[in-house]
């Protein structure tokens, strides 16, 4: 799904969810058209906790997220030392494996005297 898209059905949850509860919680009277003065009160302090619930909760989930992923990143470059590390010591021991299994053939010196052409 896309993240504009999945980003406004959330939005869209959270303000039915807080609608549902903050009219449930102060909504006493459905005969009137307008609230009266305890009810609007009683749904702008509603609102406002929630708001404010909000606004804290993502503060802490950005620090939260924001050490998680320092935490990740240090484990993945310790892991691409770690590889690095372990490739040269493979690299050595190919090296290794290499001149020992090399065979040293001697150079027969030229003879001197009968040269024909």
């Known amino acids: 799904m896309d993240s504009n898209l999945r980003n406004l059905k959330d939005f869209f949850t ?4 807080v609608t549902e509860l903050c009219f449930s919680r ?3 009277n459905l005969s009137q058209r307008d609230l009266g003065g305890n009810e609007d009160l009683c749904v702008d302090r509603c609102v406002t906790k929630f708001a404010r619930f909000n606004q804290n909760m993502m503060k802490v ?8 992923n320092a ?3 240090e484990e993945m470059e310790e892991d ?3 590889a690095e590390q372990q490739q040269r010591e493979q690299e050595k021991e190919r090296l290794k494996e290499a001149a020992a299994t090399a065979v040293l ?3 027969q010196p030229p003879v001197a005297g009968n040269l024909s052409m």
């Open 14 to 17: 959270l303000y039915n969810k």
């Open 26 to 28: 102060c909504v006493d």
């Open 61 to 68: 989930y950005v620090d939260v997220q924001t050490t998680i």
């Open 71 to 73: 935490k990740r990143m």
């Open 80 to 82: 691409a030392r770690k």
């Open 105 to 107: 053939t001697p150079v």
